[in-house]
């Protein structure tokens, strides 16, 4: 069974940047969806990046222009890159790969 496990969150102030890597333990190459998903306290889970097996991606209007996802099938591992980060940012972030499941969350702060 594939297992994925997040890394990279953190605290950060406003204006500065993350790198979220969600490294799986077994091939994603053949994987046709990746997103990264987010929750802030109180509020529902919402995508924030997506990435298909053809390299296609689309981001929420929110971090469009700040937000980048990517992949690296030689390392079975999903990235975000997130710069410009605002204080309404803050939330646990899940990597979610498909016919594998979710990651297990990490917590990203921004705050000054």
């Known amino acids: 069974q594939v297992q994925l496990v997040e890394s990279g969150g953190g605290l950060v102030q406003p204006g500065g940047s993350l790198r979220l890597s969600c490294a799986a333990s077994?091939?994603?190459?053949?994987?046709?969806?990746m997103g990264w998903y987010r929750q802030a306290p109180g509020k529902q889970r919402e995508l924030v990046a997506a990435?298909?097996?053809?390299?296609?991606?689309n981001n929420a209007d929110s971090v469009k222009g700040r937000f980048t996802i990517s992949r690296d099938n030689a390392k079975n591992t999903l990235y975000l890159q997130m710069n410009s980060l605002k204080t309404e940012d803050t939330a646990v972030y899940y990597c979610?790969?498909?016919?594998?499941?979710w990651g297990q969350g990490t917590q990203d702060n921004v705050s000054s």
């Open positions: 990435i298909r097996s053809g390299g296609r991606t």
């Open positions: 979610y790969v498909d016919e594998v499941g």
């Open positions: 077994g091939s994603i190459f053949s994987i046709r969806f």
